[in-house]
């Protein structure tokens, strides 16, 4: 049992990631760089957002990495393929993995995020971001894709992304 209190402590450590934020003066232009740094930072920005709007009674959980970003774009709403636009929101997809703690026992759970992404003038917004939960159980596949700008990694995003631009 102490081992298992000293591992969590060393996950929790981790997950967290540094206190300050390691986001650049200046935000960078291209996509896969920007991305990059984002999913870099992504679990201690999470983290934070899960801290400040814990409810009593929900399980212990926090982000421990985020990464594999893929950017060829899934068609949207259509059996042609559209014409390519630059003003066209960006999809990016990436995973996090993640660890509730329920008494004594690790839950850990891979989630698959589909992220889009609008340049601007002034930088990088979030225009919208679907998620599918990964199962617990490994003969299950994950939940359907579900829209969560305003759960914990869309509001770390959308902070992130302010972050970056300012």
Known sequence: MRITRVLAGL????ALGSIFPRVANA????LPTVVG???EDLPG????VIRRSRFSGDRETYIITA???????????????????A???KQVFFTTLEQSFEEDRVIPRENYHWL????????WRMVTIFTRYGSLQKDKPPAPPRETSNGAIGQAVRLWLRDCRN
């Open 11 to 14: 996950s929790i450590a981790i």
């Open 27 to 30: 935000c960078p232009r291209d």
């Open 37 to 39: 740094s984002l999913l």
């Open 45 to 48: 920005y999470a983290n934070r």
């Open 67 to 85: 990464g594999r970003p893929e950017f060829e774009p899934l068609p949207l709403g259509s059996t042609r393929p559209l014409p390519a636009s």
């Open 87 to 89: 003003d066209a929101p």
């Open 116 to 123: 889009f992404l609008a340049s601007t003038e002034d930088g």
